[in-house]
């Protein structure tokens, strides 16, 4: 099911706003922002039309990196995390891939208590910037 992909929350603020309000969640989460893309300015660079408000920040904690990455080096491929703020139906949405499910696919149980710390402190830092 999709829901067993993701986790995302609706707001009301703006996808400006919204991004502001995780970086500061993601923050006292101990997470830092490597970079961010604003798709349709991008997409525009490149001479395609979209006008849907879509942000993707690429996010990281580097000693969950650290320790995942020397368990096993194939996390590579989820690295960095990924969150995205977007406008759908005159809401925002903030929303990740569940890092549990990410990991469950390269199936190495014991990254699993890794991955439930890194979502846990993932959703609470949507939660907050949510409101």
Partial sequence: MAEDF?????????VDEAVQALEEA???????????MDIPSK?????????????VLEICNPHEAKQALSQNPMVGYFLPC??????????????????????????????METAQRVETALRAAVE???G
Wanted: glycine letters at 10%; zero cysteines.
């Fill in 26 to 36: 993601l923050k006292e989460q101990k997470f830092g922002v490597l970079w961010q």
């Fill in 6 to 14: 993701h986790y995302s929350k609706r707001t009301s603020k703006s």
């Fill in 43 to 55: 997409l525009k660079e490149k001479g395609v039309d979209f006008d849907k408000p879509y942000r």
């Fill in 82 to 111: 990924k969150v995205v703020v977007y406008e759908d139906h005159g809401e925002t949405v903030i929303g990740l891939p569940r890092p549990t499910t990410l990991m469950g696919i390269i199936r190495d149980d014991g990254l």
């Fill in 128 to 130: 907050k910037a949510a």
